[in-house]
């Protein structure tokens, strides 16, 4: 399930399937016999139509920033996965470090650079449905909105990074930027 609140929506996400199965997620998301009559809004409507306008912007936003780390990362060194100018498929973008302290670095310098829990430091740990520790840094004002700015990874070589996200794109490069400086300079 995603939110389609393009990080303005606080809650929300579409589910799909088949009818049947629809059904009861409906009554089991409101009440029996109302099912998605009504649907569980929350009364998150405007914010969900207001996400839905402001969506391209921030998916774009996401791929610039995206290319903007794939580049620089990549002319530091690391292997990126897609490269800058390569046809993308999604938003997500992989760097990969090669070393365990690399990966905690840039994923708790993403988390310095956000504007939510930038004082909060992300560490590996273990978590359901993985087999390796797991590092998660998202600094977002959503909690679990990945299109926000996001980067976690598991805890094993070749400790790739999975980043995605930007609400904009001054604010994906400033994390992108901070996540490199904290990796490379340590404590700042």
């Known amino acids: 399930m995603k939110n389609l609140g393009a990080g303005i929506a606080t809650s929300g996400a579409y589910i799909v399937?088949?009818?049947?199965?629809?059904?009861?997620?409906?009554?089991?998301?409101?009440?029996?016999?109302?099912?998605?009559e009504i649907?569980?809004?929350?009364?998150q409507n405007p914010m969900?139509?207001?996400?839905?306008?402001?969506?391209?912007?921030?998916?774009?936003?996401?791929?610039k920033t995206a290319v903007f780390?794939?580049?620089i990362l990549e002319k530091l060194?690391?292997?990126?996965?897609?490269?800058?100018?390569?046809k993308r498929a999604d938003i997500v973008q992989t760097i990969e470090f090669g070393e365990e302290e690399k990966l905690v670095k840039f994923c708790q310098g993403i988390q310095k650079g956000s504007p939510i829990d930038s004082n909060v430091l992300p560490y590996p740990s273990n978590m359901g449905g993985y087999e390796d520790k797991v590092i998660m840094a998202a600094g977002t004002f959503t909690q679990g909105s990945t299109i926000?700015?996001?980067c976690d990874g598991p805890i094993r070589p070749p400790y790739i990074a999975?980043?995605?996200?930007?609400?904009?794109?001054?604010?994906?490069?400033?994390?992108?930027?901070?996540a490199i400086e904290y990796m490379e300079n340590g404590e700042n």
């Open 17 to 36: 399937g088949k009818k049947d199965l629809i059904e009861l997620c409906a009554e089991r998301l409101t009440s029996p016999g109302i099912g998605k």
């Open 39 to 43: 649907g569980p809004s929350l009364n």
């Open 48 to 63: 969900f139509i207001k996400g839905l306008f402001f969506a391209p912007s921030v998916v774009a936003s996401s791929i």
């Open 69 to 71: 780390s794939s580049r």
């Open 77 to 86: 060194g690391y292997h990126v996965e897609p490269k800058y100018d390569e």
């Open 148 to 150: 926000e700015l996001s």
């Open 162 to 178: 999975f980043m995605q996200g930007g609400l904009t794109y001054e604010y994906g490069k400033y994390g992108v930027l901070k």
